[in-house]
């Protein structure tokens, strides 16, 4: 059973930066596909960002694209993903959740089997 835990979030000004850590465990990290979701009160969960299991490919959503970064690191079994650049409406739970690498990386959440617990990001105005 793979266990996901992130962290790294926190409250930031707007146009500071975080960058949020995500920890896997109970399997082998480099067979899966990770992936960033966040999810704002009141708003169905959303991607930000995914990235294939050898970090060859990525996937931003146009809100995020040129602002945030995906990265891993398979030694580390850590997903990574640096935020620039925030804006108020970036506030929401951000979660990170992974699945078994197949020929297309997923970019919605019913692609995805495993996920974290949240960390929560909030910017102020």
């Known amino acids: 059973q793979v266990q996901l835990v992130e962290s790294g979030g926190g409250l930031v000004q707007a146009g500071g930066s975080l960058r949020l850590s995500c920890v896997a465990s109970?399997?082998?990290?480099?067979?899966?596909?990770m992936g960033w979701f966040r999810q704002a009160p009141g708003k169905e969960r959303e991607i930000v960002a995914a990235?294939?299991?050898?970090?060859?490919?990525?996937y931003y959503a146009d809100s995020v694209e040129g602002r945030f970064t995906i990265s891993r690191d398979n030694a580390k079994n850590t997903a990574y993903l640096q935020m620039n650049s925030l804006k108020p409406e970036d506030t929401a739970v951000y979660y990170c959740?992974?699945?078994?690498?197949?020929?297309?990386?997923?970019?919605?959440?019913?692609?995805?089997?495993?996920w974290g617990q949240g960390t929560q990001v909030t910017v102020s105005s």
């Open positions: 990235i294939s299991r050898s970090g060859g490919g990525t």
């Open positions: 109970g399997g082998t990290f480099s067979n899966y596909a």
């Open positions: 959740a992974s699945h078994l690498s197949r020929l297309r990386l997923g970019v919605i959440k019913e692609d995805y089997d495993y």
